[in-house]
């Protein structure tokens, strides 16, 4: 089955640096990615929609220029958390989607990537 | 409103026994699929079914069923023959819209514990 690499799996670094979290899809061409972060115990919160070539579409209330996506190939999406602090701590999950939806596709998921902020 | 509503924020089951956890949906679209994802402590998703709306039959996955009530907007997931490893959250998520533009709503979840 079709399968979505993220790493790291887990980051901790100091508060003010900018941390890059990688998404590929490993088997398939993902003309769509998306961007989850995950409160413990909540549920997922889309943060972004990114296409290939494309700028990414943004959820209302997330900074754009605090999480910076770049979709720069059909297999490779990266989160930069700019300038991170505490509050920026979460779980972060992206999921994968190849160009032609078909209904019963669901989203590919990455194992996430649990930051913490110091 | 809310896309996806699950009202159990936690749900206990006896190894063995049947567990039958709630979704309920809204949407205005008439085409959407319905999902179920679990997510274990570690943290993965990971697909468990799907259902879409113009299915007429209710869609299984070995252990795994849904329960698909259109008129209520309901897709409840039932788990057969618990085992202990099915302890984990569980994400009804549903998609709407079409072409690259649809998007995915999850629920709050469902912590599921199964007792020994």
């Known amino acids: 089955g079709a399968v979505v690499s993220q790493h790291p799996s887990w980051v901790i670094c100091k508060s003010g640096t900018s941390v890059k979290i990688e998404c590929r899809s490993l088997?398939?061409?993902?003309?769509?990615m998306f961007w989850y972060r995950q409160f413990p115990k909540q549920s997922l919160m889309l943060m972004a929609t990114s296409n290939e070539g494309s700028k990414a579409t943004y959820e209302q209330g997330v900074e754009k220029d605090k999480f910076l996506i770049n979709h720069a190939s059909l297999t490779l999406s990266t989160l930069t958390v700019t300038s991170a602090h505490p509050e920026d701590s979460s779980f972060y999950i992206c999921?994968?989607?190849?160009?032609?939806?078909?209904?019963?596709?669901?989203?590919?998921f990455g194992d996430g990537t649990r930051l913490s902020i110091l | 409103a809310q896309k996806i509503t699950q009202t159990q924020p936690g749900m206990f089951v006896q190894e063995k026994e049947a567990v039958t956890l709630d979704c309920t949906y809204d949407?205005?679209?008439?085409?959407?699929?319905l999902f179920w994802y679990k997510q274990p402590s570690s943290g993965e998703m990971i697909f468990l079914i799907y259902?879409?709306?113009?299915?007429?039959q209710n869609a299984t996955e070995g252990r795994y069923s849904l329960n698909f009530q259109k008129a209520r907007k309901s897709a409840n997931l039932v788990i057969s023959a618990s085992q202990l490893g099915d302890s984990a959250m569980y994400f009804c998520?549903?998609?709407?819209?079409?072409?690259?533009?649809?998007?995915?709503?999850f629920g709050s979840g469902t912590k599921l514990n199964v007792k020994p």
């Open positions: 998520a549903m998609r709407e819209g079409r072409g690259n533009f649809n998007k995915f709503y």
């Open positions: 259902q879409g709306s113009y299915d007429q």
């Open positions: 999921s994968a989607r190849s160009g032609q939806v078909l209904g019963n596709q669901p989203q590919h």
């Open positions: 949407t205005s679209d008439p085409s959407y699929g």
């Open positions: 088997d398939f061409q993902a003309t769509t």
